[in-house]
């Protein structure tokens, strides 16, 4: 079945650093790709998308683009700022039902001033 | 439209006693699903529902879980009765089912059972 695979963290960084954060995915077929973020006490949120292999998905400086080749779909930001502090979500469909995702560990960011 | 609403957000309880989790997914969003968030396990998806009816409920942890969902606009969690290692956040998301399309997910709800 589909599966992903997260880089793990804490990652810290200063602000106006380089992120990039690790995913890559097994699946069946080529499923749409997904970032999601989650701020401290707040449910999960859509940061970015890619639905088919070469798509860049950007939003709030965030980019990921879907490779297939690598089976992968990493997480970057030029510059963070301490406001993208945050557990970061790499996620694919199960299969079937497109909104059933599987979500990988999570990779805590500490942006520090 | 005000998004996945759950409720409570917060809910303290005692071992053996019955907890109810609410949830109303977005308007006209055909799939609804509990997750489940811990520090050891992450985010696992308990159970979901196509149109109100359950797919697959091969999440649920134990018979002590059930879930309904009546009508397309109200969903509950139960755990009866509650154990101390029910404690977690746990999430409600829907989502049209649209290829490409993704799962909205509400604020959560922080159950601590003592």
């Known amino acids: 079945g589909n599966s992903v695979t997260q880089m793990e963290g804490p990652v810290t960084l200063s602000e106006e650093a380089f992120l990039t954060i690790n995913c890559t995915y097994t699946?069946?077929?080529?499923?749409?790709l997904f970032w999601y973020v989650q701020y401290p006490g707040e449910g999960l949120q859509l940061l970015l998308k890619?639905?088919?292999?070469?798509d860049k998905g950007s939003n709030k400086g965030f980019e990921a683009t879907y490779r297939k080749e690598t089976t992968s779909f990493h997480l970057e930001k030029g510059s963070v700022q301490v406001s993208d502090s945050a557990v970061y979500f790499c996620?694919?469909?199960?299969?079937?039902?497109?909104?059933?995702?599987?979500f990988g560990t999570g990779t805590l960011l500490a942006v520090q001033p | 439209d005000a998004g996945v609403i759950q409720s409570p957000r917060h809910e303290v309880t005692e071992m053996g006693q019955e907890v109810t989790l609410r949830c109303k997914p977005i308007?006209?969003?055909?799939?609804l699903f509990w997750y489940r968030q811990t520090m050891m396990r992450g985010l696992e998806l308990l159970i979901y529902f196509n149109n109100n009816v359950p797919i697959d409920d091969s999440g649920m942890p134990e018979d002590r879980f059930s879930a309904k969902m009546p009508n397309a606009s109200f969903s509950t969690l139960k755990i009866q009765p509650s154990e101390p290692r029910d404690s977690a956040v746990y999430f409600c998301a829907s989502g049209p089912g649209a290829r490409g399309t993704e799962a909205f997910f509400g604020q959560g709800t922080r159950l601590t059972v003592v």
């Open positions: 890619a639905t088919k292999a070469d």
């Open positions: 699946a069946t077929g080529y499923p749409s």
């Open positions: 996620a694919l469909p199960y299969g079937g039902a497109t909104n059933k995702l599987i």
């Open positions: 308007s006209g969003h055909d799939y």
